[in-house]
Structure formats: structure tokens, C-alpha cells
């Protein structure tokens, strides 16, 4: 059974970054594809990007393109998102998961589906001050 566990959030002013960190444990790592979601008060979980099991590709939702990086460690276990410029908005609990479709960095419609994802960790917040 693969477990994730988050790491890395806290609170930061608007313009600020954050590197949040998910290791992942009880699996092999670079078989997985690997997702960010965020959840944010009274909102539905909201995909955030995806990273291909070894080969880089990587996929972001619109409202993060050109601030967030998502990356991987498969020596570490270890999937990263860099987060810049933070927004506010991008207030709420950080998850990672894993995909066994290499779909999520091909299709957005599939990768934006949380129910595409197999395991998750138990999140890390992420607070924006204005």
C-alpha cells in the first residue's frame, strides 16, 4: 500500500513562495504518475498539475501556469511543487496522489478528475495573506 505524506506548507504574503514536498513510501515510486490537488474552504478539490512517471511531461491548471513547478525525486521517493508569486487565492490544503494512467499529463479533462487518482496524502496548508 503506497502512502504519501505532505510537507512544506505554512504561511506566506502574497508575492512569497512555497516548496511543498510529498514523499511517498510502501510502492514503487516511478510507476506512478504523480498529481497536486488543492481544496480550499466550502470549494471542491481542484486539480493543481501532474508529472509523468519518468519522462518530465507535466500538465497545470490555468490559474498556475508560469508560478508553480511540479517535479520529481524517483532516487527520493520524492514529488516537489515550487510555488511563486503566491495569490491569495492560492490559499488551501495542498494534496498529493498518484495515477497509474499516463493520462493525466496527456488529457486535462482526465487529470483534473480526483476519481483518475488511486492514493492520497493527508494534505498540507497553504496560507496566502494579501
Known amino acids: 500500500q503506497v502512502q504519501l505524506v505532505e510537507s512544506g506548507g505554512g504561511l506566506v504574503q502574497a508575492g512569497g513562495s512555497l516548496r511543498l514536498s510529498c514523499a511517498a513510501s510502501?510502492?514503487?515510486?516511478?510507476?506512478?504518475?504523480m498529481g497536486w490537488f488543492r481544496q480550499a474552504p466550502g470549494k471542491e478539490r481542484e486539480f493543481v498539475a501532474s508529472?509523468?512517471?519518468?519522462?518530465?511531461?507535466?500538465m497545470y491548471v490555468d490559474s498556475v501556469k508560469g508560478r508553480f513547478t511540479i517535479s520529481r525525486d524517483n532516487v527520493k521517493n520524492t514529488v516537489y511543487l515550487q510555488m511563486d508569486s503566491l495569490k491569495p487565492e492560492d490559499t488551501a490544503v495542498y494534496f498529493c496522489?498518484?495515477?497509474?494512467?499516463?493520462?493525466?499529463?496527456?488529457?486535462?479533462?482526465?487529470?483534473?478528475?480526483?476519481?483518475?487518482?488511486?492514493?492520497w496524502g493527508q494534505g498540507t496548508q497553504v496560507t496566502v495573506s494579501s
Open positions: 496522489a498518484t495515477a497509474a494512467s499516463s493520462l493525466i499529463v496527456v488529457v486535462p479533462t482526465f487529470a483534473r478528475n480526483a476519481k483518475n487518482y488511486d492514493h
Open positions: 510502501g510502492g514503487i515510486f516511478s510507476m506512478y504518475g
Open positions: 508529472i509523468s512517471r519518468s519522462d518530465g511531461r507535466t
